[in-house]
């Protein structure tokens, strides 16, 4: 029982990975150039890759910018904080995962708190900092300029959907009425 409980700790210390590297990151970037709209380095001086410091007091795409701001205290701390304490819950109450979307849910939730983090004690919005070039792929010549939070939340949800599609899991019996 005991061993179990620490089993499913374990994947925690990727939470606790990514919101450490998404602070020291954006704390980094505001540090150095505290400007919104700071056009940092093009990477590998080829125009894929470009650091700019930009924040979002919204969400992904800047969705809800234009709320006010009571309106994105609810949707943007209240409800995150809400959907990942329950997944949280349940990732501990639950046996139904396997090792991998113990670990995609782990960073999920390390994800959602980086951000969550800034929501709270950044006023001016979301550090954003990493922008690629998306070759004008659905519309976008670039892609929304984004950070390690955003990047974990993204890649881990990926994963975990990936695996709970492709995972072996019950089977339905097409010899049974």
């Known amino acids: 029982m005991k061993n179990e409980k620490i089993e499913k700790l374990i994947p925690f210390l990727l939470a606790i990975a990514v919101i450490a590297a998404d602070q020291l990151s954006k704390a980094f970037i505001v540090s150095r150039w505290p400007g919104d709209g700071v056009f940092i380095s093009d ?28 309106a994105r205290a609810i949707l943007f701390i209240a409800l995150p904080i809400a959907v990942l304490a329950g997944l949280v819950w349940y990732y501990f109450v639950s046996d139904e995962f396997i090792g991998l979307q113990r ?3 782990a960073g999920i939730v390390g994800g959602g708190i980086g951000n969550l983090i800034d929501r709270v004690l950044r006023s001016d919005g979301v550090v954003d900092f990493i922008s690629v070039n998306f070759y004008g792929m659905l519309g976008f010549s670039r892609w929304p300029t984004f950070n390690i939070a955003d990047s974990s939340v993204v890649v881990c949800g990926i994963l975990l959907f990936a695996s709970v599609l492709f995972s072996p899991g019950r089977r339905i019996d097409e010899t049974t009425d």
Do not use: E, M, T, Y
């Open 103 to 105: 670990w995609a849910i």
């Open 43 to 70: 990477v590998f001086g080829n125009d894929f890759l470009w650091i700019i410091h930009v924040r979002n007091k919204a969400i992904a795409f800047s969705i809800g910018r234009g709320l006010p701001d009571s």
